[in-house]
């Protein structure tokens, strides 16, 4: 009992949740952590390149240090805050002044909101959202000009990764097809109340014109690259899950006959790849990965040799998914398509 009364009593004393001047409580779970540093708000929205006739999106604007900053820049400022305390503060810290009728304060989750028309979007985000965020807002449409967003330290690093870099993933090869993802500012944590555990960066992201690619293909072909990314392809592509997969798909569009006007249509039927569980260690033996080179009469199988060709054909074979460029990677899934070989 004892020891259970020391920890209640520690848990108090540093709870989750950490007092601001005006009353109001942070949430560190809900990743309420807010920028304390004016010089930091004020290179912020330098660095963002705001036009005074920009309409801009803030996400969690908590008590408005930012937003203040963005609403003398701008035109306009629309502000998606989940917390209705957050809110009624962001009210009362404008209202009544000149800045009120330039700001629209939408509550609720960003993720489930439909966004309207903004040209730029400046954000320090809870960073548990951080991956679909980013993709909910490159796939807004009209695109917008620029994103300013805060993120942990480590997810910008995979953002802004190059091939050969240990952090370049699957995430970095996602986003850079939709964008073009650049380093703005290293940011401790002591720069937010309350601090969170780890520091931060500051990144810029600008949609570009995108490598026209089959979502679904693209999504499936790159969790089979990645799912041993220092793997030569030509290893990857010999696992026995990964050959059964594509071939059970390859079967499915053999029999529904398929030309290539109608592969679409295979993303309407249930016969879907399901690649969600390849994740996968770099140190995984590779005996158990593979699949043997013949069968009982010493036979090659045919499917293999069909995958392998196009490996081999294009010089992909001993190359590294952590090497590969964006324009590789939509090349080679080019090359598997015309051989019949589909991914979704």
Excluded at 65 to 83: C, P, R, S
Excluded at 177 to 196: D, Y
Aim: hydrophobic share 35%; glycine share 6%; with cysteine.
């Amino acid at each position: 009992m004892a020891g259970g009364k020391v920890r209640k009593e520690k848990a108090k004393a540093g709870g989750a949740q950490t007092p601001y001047q005006g009353g109001i409580s942070f949430h560190k779970s809900k990743g309420q952590h807010i920028l304390k540093n004016p010089l930091l708000v004020d290179s912020i929205v330098q660095k963002s390149g705001i036009k005074s006739t920009d309409v801009i999106l803030e996400i969690g604007p908590g008590t408005g240090n930012l937003t203040k900053k963005l609403l003398e820049a701008g035109k306009k400022v629309i502000a998606v805050e989940i917390d209705a305390r957050m809110v009624l503060e962001l009210q009362r810290r404008f209202q009544g002044t000149p800045l009120s009728n330039r700001l629209q304060i939408i509550q609720g989750d960003v993720l489930k909101t439909e966004l309207p028309y903004f040209d730029i979007c400046v954000a320090n985000i809870p960073y548990q959202i951080s991956s679909p965020l980013t993709f909910k807002l490159l796939h807004h449409k009209p695109a917008f000009r620029c994103a300013i967003i805060m993120f942990q330290k480590e997810f910008a690093m995979r953002l802004i990764a190059q091939p050969g870099d240990k952090l370049y993933c699957r995430l970095t090869v996602n986003t850079q097809r939709l964008a073009q993802v650049s380093h703005l500012l290293k940011v401790g944590r002591n720069n937010f109340r309350p601090p969170p555990k780890v520091d931060s960066s500051v990144v810029r992201i600008e949609p570009r014109k995108q490598f026209e690619v089959n979502e679904k293909e693209w999504d499936g072909f790159l969790r089979i690259c990645f799912n041993r990314k220092n793997k030569t392809l030509g290893s990857i592509f010999r696992q026995k899950k990964v050959l059964s997969l594509l071939e059970k798909n390859y079967k499915t569009l053999q029999a529904l006959n398929l030309n290539p006007a109608q592969q679409g249509a295979v993303e309407e039927t249930n016969e879907v790849m399901d690649f969600e569980d390849m994740e996968m260690d770099d140190d995984e033996a590779d005996d158990e990965m593979e699949v043997e080179d013949g069968n009982a009469e010493g036979e090659t199988s045919e499917f293999k040799e069909k995958v392998l060709r196009v490996l081999k054909d294009n010089d992909f074979e001993n190359e590294r998914s952590s090497k590969l460029k964006l324009r590789e990677f939509v090349t080679l899934l080019s090359e598997f398509c015309k051989a019949g070989i589909h991914f979704s």
